[in-house]
């Protein structure tokens, strides 16, 4: 209740983007739970992917800014190479329950600033940290070794975009976005890091029902590609 009361206190001074008002639609969400789902899969070399979908149970909650979102993760499956056993043992075992509670506006817009990222431009603002992070570090004067640290990079900062949730991921907007940065590297190639994000949204309550977002990245003749998937429905 404290938690909840001070969430409360803060939410006028929240700023909600633009484009959450163009929606004009506020949120109902229905009294009972709902299954969350939340699928990532990470394209890996020789044509191997590493796919991991977490389940929750949530529920919806109003309070005085919108409605407060709980949950609690409820299954994890995961499926990846027998090599990567290891990693797979990790994801399994990790229990993503402490992202609840999110409070969302009445709109369906995140307000929890630690669950969505600062800035809407989130690609731009990861490629620049990831590039930040190169110029850090001591770099052989090798064209390959300078390229290969810009691929990681920028793989870096493919996983920094999805580390955070669309702000309006409960409550898309019927328009798919989205957004790119390029990136010079060593020799005159060009860098690539490109996010798109959309979703449908539940016409009765106003809740995302699926939503899908993407990040390719292409640095030179390599190219990797992460999506994640939601969905949103009745137990």
């Known amino acids: 209740m404290l938690q909840m009361a001070t969430l409360a206190a803060l939410v006028p001074a929240c700023v909600v983007p633009a484009r959450a008002r163009a929606t004009e639609q506020l949120i109902a969400p229905p009294g009972g739970q709902m299954r969350y789902c939340r699928t990532v899969v990470k394209e890996l070399a020789g044509g191997w992917h590493f796919t991991v979908c977490r389940q929750f149970v949530v529920d919806f909650r109003p309070f005085a800014g919108g409605f407060m979102m709980h949950g609690r993760q409820d299954s994890v499956s995961v499926d990846a190479p027998e090599a990567l056993a290891q990693y797979a043992a990790i994801e399994e075992a990790r229990?993503?329950?402490?992202?609840?509670?999110?409070?969302?506006?009445?709109f369906g817009q995140i307000l929890s600033a630690d669950a969505t990222a600062s800035t809407g431009d989130d690609v731009r603002h990861a490629v620049d940290h990831a590039l930040a992070e190169i110029a850090r570090q001591p770099i052989a004067p090798e064209e390959r070794a300078e390229l290969a640290a810009y691929v990681s990079a920028l793989q870096l900062a493919s996983q920094r975009v999805t580390a955070h949730l669309p702000v309006d991921l409960f409550a898309p907007s019927p328009a798919p976005r989205r957004q790119e940065r390029r990136v010079a590297l060593p020799g005159g190639g060009e860098g690539l890091v490109a996010s798109s994000f959309g979703g449908v949204r539940n016409?009765?309550?106003?809740l995302m029902r699926s939503a899908e977002r993407e990040v390719l990245t292409v640095v030179a003749e390599t190219s990797k590609r992460l999506r994640e998937d939601w969905t949103l429905d009745g137990i």
């Open 95 to 106: 229990d993503e329950s402490g992202l609840f509670p999110i409070a969302l506006d009445p």
């Open 203 to 206: 016409l009765e309550t106003g």
